[in-house]
């Protein structure tokens, strides 16, 4: 039990940083931020101490002196004599609902801090933007001017003998653990089969001809193994009201 | 993730109408806009490109 409840305490410490990490870097379900281990380790260890730095101020000042001395011998693994153990269990209740309020606050500070990035660095091009591509693109958060309101998706699928040309609106996407595109759904989905567009005459691919090329899936929802898409094509489409109505003249 | 979805898209694809033509516009690829009517007879545009800001005249 001695020799275990450093390394404890170590953990309940540095779990405030990783709390914090989590809470910044994660948006529904998937990690924005793409970083080796070793890294997100390093980054939870500084941020753990910033935030123990700034708590431990505050309760310390403002609520309760913290004993410094004991936190020390417990980082370090040094012997603690009976007043620190006689300590620590006067102390016991406080100690479990600092570590509590830190995981908290830390995940407070953590969602606060990732909506204020995609709020003032909210595009691709932005200099706090997130390293992952795919959620800009797909957001439609490439830069201030485009303001596209929905995504048009047109890709390429092998499917055994045949290739496939599939249509549709994006409704969602998952991103897989290294921030790639993992599926596409799609819906409003027509489907082409590729060879279809050698057996028409050049030029004659126009009007009804083309309609007759579509087959319509019917259905909610498409879903498309990104693997599986050997083209993708992504087309913003831009929506705004018509200028003026029919039989009405711009009045200046 | 919820992929790109503005607030006129959103309209359109609740409307039936708006969201059959919304659907037609998939195939049109040599249409660069259309336009399209939901069933209140609000009419929108919807357009591969940006549209322009209109410019004032001095």
Redesign the interface.
Known sequence: MNIAFPAFFLLALVLTGFIFLNAFERRENTNLEKIPFSSASARALVSSGIIHLILLSIVHQFILPVDFSVSIKLITGAKLTDSDISGLQVDVVNIVFYFLSTYIVAYILGKFLQIAVLKFSPYKSSKFAFDTPWYYELKGKLSEEADAEIIKISCLVNSGECAYLYYGYLQDFYLDDSGQLDRLVLSDVYRRNIQDDEDLPIGKIAGDQQDQRFYQIKGDRLVLKYDKVVNLNIEYLYMYETPFEEGKTEEV | ?????????KE??QDSKG?EE??A???E??KDSA??TLKNG??????????KT?EVAA
């Open positions: 993730m919820k992929a790109l979805m503005g607030k006129i898209a359109v694809r969201r919304l659907r516009f998939i195939t690829s040599n336009t399209i609000k009419k929108y545009i919807v357009s591969r490109h940006k549209p209109r």
